[in-house]
Nanobody, 122 residues
Framework: QVQLVESGGGTVPAGGSLRLSCAAS????????MGWCRQAPGKELECVAG????????YYTDSVKGRFTISRDNAKNTVYLQMNSLKPEDTAVYSC???????????????WGQGTQVTVSS
């Protein structure tokens, strides 16, 4: 089992920045690929960023490329999502997730955090 707890959400104006954190506990964090997925009201869950366990490969969905950066600190069992140039359409509940291989689809992840709300005001 892997337990995941997100933090860092909040409300920011358009163009602002936020950094989300996800602290992991349980099984060895460095074995797992990590990702961030989001769900906006009335929309499907989508994964916006992912990183392999060793950090050698990353994934970003097109809508966040150049604005979001995923990173991880295996010594701290933590994964981050730096979000810059935020837009109102980035408003969603953001959840971190873990899987044994890098994933781009929500159904590929095995473990999930409870989520943190990000609201971008126009």
């Amino acid at each position: 089992q892997v337990q995941l707890v997100e933090s860092g959400g909040g409300t920011v104006p358009a163009g602002g920045s936020l950094r989300l954190s996800c602290a992991a506990s349980g099984r060895i964090f460095s074995w797992y690929s990590m990702g961030w997925c989001r769900q906006a009201p009335g929309k499907e869950l989508e994964c916006v960023a992912g990183m392999r366990a060793d950090g050698s490969r990353t994934y970003y969905t097109d809508s966040v490329k150049g604005r979001f950066t995923i990173s991880r600190d295996n010594a701290k069992n933590t994964v981050y999502l730096q979000m810059n140039s935020l837009k109102p359409e980035d408003t969603a509940v953001y959840s971190c997730a873990a899987s044994r291989s890098i994933a781009t689809m929500p159904q590929a992840y095995d473990y999930w955090g409870q989520g943190t709300q990000v609201t971008v005001s126009s």
